[in-house]
């Protein structure tokens, strides 16, 4: 029979490369800790509408990417795409934002969708979120930006690009979406096959079209800037002025406008300039109207999502620290086959003590043992005489040197040397 295989576009995370994304959650945590973020877990999927209705109809993730399928009990179930549509449901159905209350939020975990596998490009990814929920004012978009980029300064990434845009609200962007139509209606003959779909569907999405011949006309396009309402100016100048006090640089973008209809106001993204195509290691913005789009009230948010493969990616290109390596501290090991009983008792009773202990259980030999021994602190070797003397001899595989302990000691002489 032939092995089966992970299927496309999924990866196995092996112990070599986990402890680096443990250190980058823990970061991740402190950093969201620091700012006032609590965590939270939605589930991994969703009913298919949440995504439909909260992320919008007309959008590639909606339209080409998502993992959907019936259950057993005829519901239509989507495998999460991203989670911020979750978490505003979350908020929604827990009562987290009633009566004025805010809620800032974050989580993590694997996203998934259908996509053409590539570097920086998978169908079950891993993002970490934050969302603030509950407050409509711009120095709540200038928070979740610097928290984002905290994180990253704390991971040690360099060669960010933050790029930010005001894609508008429910009353301005009508009048823009129908500058760009007219604009764009008058450029047919240059548009690829996709744009002329969304020329009628979603002309916003021209904006960001990868394709050259598409990205030439857009460049002459009407600038939202122009378009945009008082309100949704004003916020954009707060936004911009707030970044600047905290002394972040960023690019203006026009034709930033991302892949998720429920944003208004501020877009940004943020890009490394070390990961070629997939190049954005974060993206987020204010989206007032997702809670009234999914059937709650009136709840503002503004969040960022990023990908953990990716900073992954950027980390280990620019060879940043991913902290101390995970090792065992002690390890015990038999000198002959009757000492292997007291040697496991003994690992036991570190263990219990909170000191990382391994010994071996495949039967291997002593030379073998103390190989492992190799990349511990401290080696605890038991034999006969140890055994007739109630002993352990404790030696610092450092220093080379090794010391008798009473067995009922060993604990207390291993906690004052480790
Ligand atoms: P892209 O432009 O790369 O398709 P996106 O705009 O679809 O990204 P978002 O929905 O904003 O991505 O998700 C936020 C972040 O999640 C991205 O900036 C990226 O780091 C990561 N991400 C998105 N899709 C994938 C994927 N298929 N594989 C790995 N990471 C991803
Ligand atoms: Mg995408």
Known sequence: MTLINAPRGTRDILPSESWKWAYIIKTASQTMQDFGFSEIHIPIFEHTELFSRG????????????????DRGGRSITL???ATAGVMRCALENNL?????????WSWGPMFRHERPQKGRYRQFYQIDAECLGISNAMADV??????????????????EVVINSVGCEKCRPVYRQKLVDYFSAHKDSLCETCLDRLSRN??????????????????APDIFDSLCDECREHFAQVRAGLERLGFSYRLDKRLVRGLDYYTKTAYEILSGDLGAQNAVAGGGRYDNLSS?????????????????????????????????????????ALDEESRASVQVLTHELRKAGISAECDTSGRGFKAQMKNAGACDFACIIGQSERENNSVAVKDMKAGVQENVPVNEAVNYLRDRL
């Open 55 to 70: 992320v919008g109809e007309t959008t590639d993730i909606v339209e080409k990417e998502m993992y959907t399928f019936n």
């Open 80 to 82: 999460r795409p991203e």
């Open 97 to 105: 934002c009633v009566q004025g209350a805010s809620a800032k939020l």
């Open 293 to 333: 789009a999914i059937g709650g009230g009136k709840v503002p948010g503004v969040g960022f999502a990023c990908g953990v493969d990716r900073i992954m990616l950027v980390m280990e290109e620019q060879g940043c620290s991913f902290g101390q390596v995970p090792k065992t501290r002690v390890y015990c090991a």
């Open 203 to 220: 002309p916003l999405r021209i904006l960001d079209c990868k394709k050259e011949q598409c990205g030439l006309v857009a460049d002459g």
């Open 143 to 160: 928070e979740v930006i610097s928290l984002s980029l905290e994180l990253f300064r704390r991971l040690g990434l360099r060669n960010l």
